[in-house]
């Protein structure tokens, strides 16, 4: 499954101007620095005969603008790897290497072009692997001001820091997938989403495995209204709670009423199924107004119902 997360975030980031977006979010706070017609292919440089950097990154760009001449990597992270920040640092020094060859193989005695590796995690769970190398080695205190430290530069989904995207199928993609990890989108606040492209829906439900996105309507339709397709999975998943609710109420009624007759129990049942399904709703990070409107309550009653 990681293996088709990052196949699939690999395809998405082929596209130059979600490439460069990624960069000018992380380290120019949104401005548009980067360019996307400034992104080139790489061609052998990089590459030799000990390892092929192309196979071992997922996307990789060289980058000239007439004033800045640099090599951009991004690498996909789907799960959390203590190995990552050794990895992120191979790849940056073989690329460094790669140039250095090419340098002396031409005699060229300009200073090397800037190689710079962003590591993307669109995992769930929270980055709790070193991002620094000195988090991950045991540096004897003589030694420390002899080490030589490295920090990955670490974008992640979860967590609360904020990036300013300039492209609507980036900003879409990160934070429906954010949204999604911290249940906000289940509360009433994701709206503003509005239309979003199917590709892009298609990239959130590889990596979330949301059930509420239907693969088969994305198939269908190029552009999909987020509103509706959070209200399928509130519709579907109320009568999920409701009928879980209704059973365990009228397990707890008939065992509460088996002297007042079974009858009484079941009718008592279903009415504690009906407040357990307004209380796993309200778990779930559904707002009283939202309850109200799918289960065609008054405010007013529910309040009474949840408070007693």
Same mark, same amino acid.
């Given at each position: ?89 191979? +790849? *940056? ?6 140039? #250095?060859? $090419? !340098? ?5 005695? =300009?200073? /090397? ?72 989108? +289940? *509360? ?6 509005? #239309?979003? $492209? !199917? ?5 959130? =439900?590889? /990596? ?93 009653? /529910? ?6």
């Amino acid at each position: 499954m990681n293996k088709i997360k990052d196949k699939m975030m690999k395809e998405f980031l082929e596209n130059n101007a979600y490439f460069v977006d990624f960069f000018n979010a992380y380290f120019f706070g949104g401005e548009r620095v980067l360019k996307p017609e400034n992104c080139m292919e790489l061609d052998s440089e990089m590459n030799d005969s000990n390892m092929d950097l192309e196979k071992h990154v997922d996307v990789i760009r060289k980058y000239n603008d007439g004033n800045l001449y640099s090599a951009f990597i991004i690498e996909n992270q789907s799960y959390v790897d203590m190995s990552m920040v050794v990895r992120a640092a191979v +790849y *940056e020094f073989v690329a460094y290497e790669r140039m #250095l060859k $090419k !340098s002396k193989k031409n005699r060229n005695n =300009k200073k /090397l072009p800037m190689v710079n590796i962003l590591v993307f995690y669109t995992g769930e769970k929270p980055w709790n692997a070193a991002s620094k190398l000195s988090e991950l080695v045991e540096a004897d205190e003589r030694f420390k001001a002899c080490f030589h430290d490295y920090k990955m530069n670490l974008i992640e989904i979860t967590g609360n820091t904020s990036y300013n995207f300039n492209e609507e199928d980036v900003y879409n993609l990160f934070y429906i997938c954010r949204s999604i990890y911290d249940q906000s989108i +289940y *509360e009433g606040t994701s709206n503003h989403f509005g #239309l979003v $492209k !199917s590709s892009v829906l298609k990239v959130v =439900k590889t /990596l979330t495995d949301v059930e509420w996105l239907d693969l088969e309507e994305l198939e269908e339709k190029e552009d999909i209204e987020m509103c509706e397709a959070e209200k399928r999975w509130l519709e579907v998943k109320s009568k999920e709670w409701e009928a879980e609710g209704i059973k365990k109420g009228i397990k707890q009624g008939i065992e509460q009423g088996i002297e007042q007759g079974i009858e009484q129990g079941i009718e008592q049942g279903v009415e504690l199924g009906q407040v357990l399904l307004y209380k796993t709703m309200l778990k779930n990070g559904m707002s009283v107004n939202e309850i109200s409107k799918v289960c065609s309550i008054s405010v007013e009653n /529910l309040n009474r119902v949840l408070s007693n």
